[in-house]
């Protein structure tokens, strides 16, 4: 499960010189670096109408240097739900994009790392708050329940990788993260889940 990893790496502290594949940073070759955590990490089909925001550290294209965060160009956006492409919001698709004026960006963990410990970095923070209007003309909107919606036919439980594309100083970026179903009635869910849940960083 991969909540339970950055607990495993906390306890295990040279590990943290190992970069894990599930920590994110997969990109196409050339590109830059970058590590997503999205949140909340659980998507519930009752629950669709709610905000997803992904976390984002950039790294040059050797992993070496740590990047601006804040110079990442308006306009992130879910490029892909379990490998299915989506289009960019560029005006002509509908696509799922970043609720711009909901951006910060803040230190609240490492993301590379996969870890809830500011490391000194600012991580993009990329909400996408609107649900989807199907206006290719309005970029920032699509939320969790379009994501969702990509996902009805999923069974419970099951994981499913979202991407992550954008761009900075002219250089293309992608990461994934995944995210677990939840497509059963609230009332069947493990307490324990339903905390886990709540616990969630913003
Ligand atoms: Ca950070
Ligand atoms: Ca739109």
Known sequence: MPRSKGAVLALTGAALLFVPAWAGGRQSEGALQASCSIRPRLLDVRRAAQALVVR????????????PSEQVEPGVWISSVTGVPLPPPDGRSEGIGE?????????LMDVRGGIRVPNGLPE??????????????????????????MLMGMPDGESAEVCITGRLNGSSFQCCDSITVRNRGLRDLPRGILLLEGSDLP
Not at 56 to 67: K, M, N, Q, V, Y
Not at 100 to 107: G, N, P, Q, T
Request: charged share 30%; hydrophobic share 40%.
């Open 124 to 149: 993009l923070v990329a909400r996408f708050v609107e649900p989807s209007d199907g206006d290719p003309a309005t970029k920032d909107d699509g939320n969790a329940g379009d994501v969702l919606a």
């Open 56 to 67: 984002i550290e950039l790294f040059s294209s050797d992993g070496l240097t740590a990047l």
């Open 99 to 107: 609720s711009l004026a909901a951006r910060s960006y803040e230190d």
